[in-house]
């Protein structure tokens, strides 16, 4: 890109060349990061990573799930540079469907082991929407024997922008097999909270953004604030994420039943050794 501006700008700064430019460069770095996933699919470049979720008295309740792509060649990749691209077609679905499989899989192995504990997975809209997904999911707890009621799904708020009675059918479908759902990013989409009535939601997630600038922020202090009351008032369980620093923790300490997750009390670890540090004896 950075070639691209000079060499524009070392031609009279042609403002239409510099956005054509980018903007090709962004359309072919999605497929090329479109066709090496497929081959990281295929290739066993994904890994489910997984992030504790801590009681305010230090009881871990669960972990959330966190796919990681590790590139042979440029190493690391953050979802956040491939879900959204993954997400504008179905190979979102093929993805979302392997982190469920693994994600399943391990939380037959906690329950085998007698650890309780629940699991957090990101849900995919487009995946949520394929009719086939409810069946689907029902076919994987009952292949996997994973217990639908330890698994929580993650939906953001653009999940019910469009059709939401459809939207409320199927979560209650999959709310009446025990499944609980929660609304990550709480606070920072779309949101109208009437949702709150209508969907069968078990826990908000305050965002990551409002819980790091709380201690030092009064507005974003009097956001975090109201989301709890708005919590208490319709007996929702509360996530803050993204907590970093003691302040961030302290700050919330005096908030009642919050759960905790964030660098602070643990980074997303290769799920094989997070069960080794997390669960007692180690699985
Ligand atoms: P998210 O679901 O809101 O996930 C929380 C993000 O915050 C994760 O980033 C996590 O690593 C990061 N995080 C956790 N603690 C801290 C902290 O203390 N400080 C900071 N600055 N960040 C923290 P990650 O793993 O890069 O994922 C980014 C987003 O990509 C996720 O946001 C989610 O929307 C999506 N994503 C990640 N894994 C999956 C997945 O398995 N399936 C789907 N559909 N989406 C996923
Ligand atoms: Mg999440
Ligand atoms: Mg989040
Ligand atoms: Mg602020």
Known sequence: ADTALHRAKDGGGNQVAVFESHMGEAIAQSFRIEAELRHALAHGELQLHLQPQTLPDGTLSGAEVLVRWQHPLEGPIPPGRF????????????????????????????QAAGVDLRLSVNLSPRHFRKHSFIPWLKGLLADTGADPHRLTLEVTE???IDNL???????????????????????????????????????LKIDKGFIQDAPSDPDDAALVDAILAVAQNLHLEVVAEGIETPEQATFLSTRGRIIRQGYLFGRPEPAELWLQRWTTPPL
């Open 83 to 110: 879900i959204p691209v993954a997400e504008q077609s179905d190979l979102i679905v093929e993805l979302s469907a392997f982190i469920f499989r693994e994600a399943c899989l391990l939380l037959a192995r906690l």
């Open 158 to 160: 653009g999940l019910f």
């Open 165 to 203: 009675s459809e939207t409320a059918a199927r979560m209650d479908e999959l709310c009446a097999l025990g499944i609980h759902f929660s609304i990550d990013d709480f606070g920072t989409g779309y949101s109208s909270l009437a949702y709150l009535k209508r969907l069968p939601i078990r826990e």
